[in-house]
C-alpha cells in the first residue's frame, strides 16, 4: 500500500486547507482511513478517521473545525480544515490501518501563522 499526501502549506490563523490522501495497492473501499499530525518532538496525534462506511471520528481539537471525507471509488481520503488556529501547526500524516499493519504516507506540513 502507498499513501500519497498532499495540500500542506502555509495560511493565516483562522483560514482553510484541503489536504488530500490517495492510496494504492492492496487497499480497498471498505479500509479505513484518516490522519494524524505530528509536531517536532512530540508525540503523534490523532486528527480524525473515516471508516468504509463512511462514519467518522475526530479528536477533540479539530471537531467542529475538520470535516473527513473519502472518495471511495479513487481510495482517496481529504481532510478540509477550517477556522485554522497556530497549534494546528505540525506534519500531517494519512494513514491506513490494515490486517497487515499500518500504512502511513510521507506527510504534508501545515503551518498556521497568527
Known amino acids: 500500500v502507498q499513501l500519497q499526501a498532499s495540500g500542506g502549506g502555509l495560511v493565516q490563523a483562522g483560514g482553510s486547507l484541503r489536504l488530500s490522501c490517495a492510496a494504492s495497492?492492496?487497499?480497498?473501499?471498505?479500509?479505513?482511513m484518516g490522519w494524524y499530525r505530528q509536531v517536532l518532538g512530540k508525540q503523534r496525534d490523532f486528527v480524525a478517521l473515516?471508516?468504509?462506511?463512511?462514519?467518522?471520528d475526530y479528536g477533540d481539537s479539530v471537531k467542529g473545525r475538520f470535516t473527513i471525507s473519502r472518495d471511495s471509488a479513487m481510495n482517496t481520503v481529504y481532510l478540509d480544515m477550517n477556522i485554522l488556529k497556530p497549534e494546528d501547526t505540525g506534519l500531517y500524516y494519512c494513514?491506513?490501518?490494515?490486517?497487515?499493519?499500518?500504512?502511513w504516507g510521507q506527510g504534508t506540513q501545515v503551518t498556521v501563522s497568527s
Open positions: 494513514y491506513v490501518p490494515t490486517t497487515r499493519g499500518v500504512y
Open positions: 473515516i471508516t468504509g462506511s463512511g462514519s467518522a
Open positions: 495497492g492492496s487497499i480497498s473501499s471498505r479500509n479505513t
